[in-house]
């Protein structure tokens, strides 16, 4: 048997990986047969299994490069793989599926993620001691639709049901539908208006695993959750802000009798790394530092997207405003 490694005493190093990476689709750096020798596969149920923290955060890595195939707030952003990840590590759920359930949701500034109505029938059904799956039944019509949601724990023998006994005529699809906005959309999942029973089996299913499993659904809200609550999802995701500024501080580290050597071929490194502007080339020198007030002139219009990873991308932007 060969002996295990960890990334402490293992010999290999492998690169680092920054946004820019991700961002220009460095792929050849990203995934490099160091890093992706660091996942082992799981020989049982295929996916991935890991065995550290470390071996997590270069699997988030990687899917951070996945593309279309995930949604797009994750596109690029190691962090949110990462805590996708996680939470298929927790769950048993596949990764890609997981992301797939989730969301983005603003309000005022502040975001946070929902979840589809899928998630919350999928955990109570993988975790919740049930003798079977949910089932559902529904009572009158039109706008008196009523859904039940009903299931049965092991060890019980009466199902319990969701809306309670009695209080039915309280969930009618009259009283559940969201209404519209002034445009006339539905104000949260558009199957209220073109599949309302199926949206009310959702709606009843995830208030059957509020009511009766809320250790398994802890701390995931729906899509109708959060709008009710003033959220509204956001379909052009900002990425995170740009780690460019103070640059070349940060590279430079302590400066003093040893270390002007470094500090010279830094600078020389980063000069030649920095693509010239001859608009600005009469204004100073493009290889000043990153965090200096940059002249009205060479602003941003305020109708341009921010860039998603400043550098060669904002400068390009910059000189198409110029035009």
Not at 191 to 220: E, H, N, T
Request: charged share 25%.
């Amino acid at each position: 048997m060969s002996e295990q490694t960890f990334p402490g005493d293992r010999p290999m190093e492998t690169e680092r990986v920054t946004r820019r990476d991700l961002v220009e689709g460095k792929i050849e750096k990203v995934v490099s047969p160091e890093r992706t020798a660091l996942i082992p596969m799981n020989d049982v149920m295929g996916g991935l299994k890991f065995e550290n923290a470390f071996q997590l955060a270069e699997a988030a890595k990687l899917m951070a490069t996945a593309g279309p195939i995930l949604p797009p707030w994750l596109q690029g952003n190691v962090g949110g793989c990462w805590a996708v990840l996680l939470r298929s590590q927790e769950t048993g759920i596949s990764a890609l599926a997981l992301a797939q359930m989730m969301f983005v949701t603003e309000k005022k500034g502040i975001q946070r993620v929902g979840y589809d109505s899928v998630y919350f029938r999928t955990m109570v059904e993988k975790f919740a001691p049930l003798k079977e799956r949910l089932a559902v039944r529904y009572e009158g019509e039109g706008d008196e639709l009523i859904c039940i949601v009903s299931a049965t724990f092991k060890g019980e023998h009466e199902p319990r049901q969701f809306p309670p006994k009695g209080t039915e005529k309280e969930f009618t699809l009259k009283k559940l539908h969201p209404g519209h906005n002034e445009y006339g959309a539905v104000k949260g999942s558009p199957l209220w208006d073109d599949k309302p029973a199926l949206q009310m089996f959702y709606a009843m299913s995830r208030d059957w695993s509020r009511m009766y499993c809320a250790d398994i659904v802890a701390g995931a809200y729906t899509r109708d959750e959060l709008v009710s609550a003033g959220f509204a999802e956001v379909v052009e995701v900002s990425r995170a802000p740009d780690t460019s500024p103070r640059l070349r501080e940060r590279l430079r580290g302590p400066i003093g009798e040893g270390f002007e050597h470094t500090k010279s071929s830094i600078e020389d490194a980063i000069a030649a790394a920095t693509p010239s502007d001859p608009k600005r080339s009469s204004k100073g020198d493009a290889t000043g530092p990153a965090d200096a007030a940059a002249p009205a002139e060479t602003a941003l219009p305020s109708s341009s997207p921010p860039a998603p990873d400043g550098g060669a991308v904002a400068l390009a932007a910059a000189e198409a405003g110029d035009r």
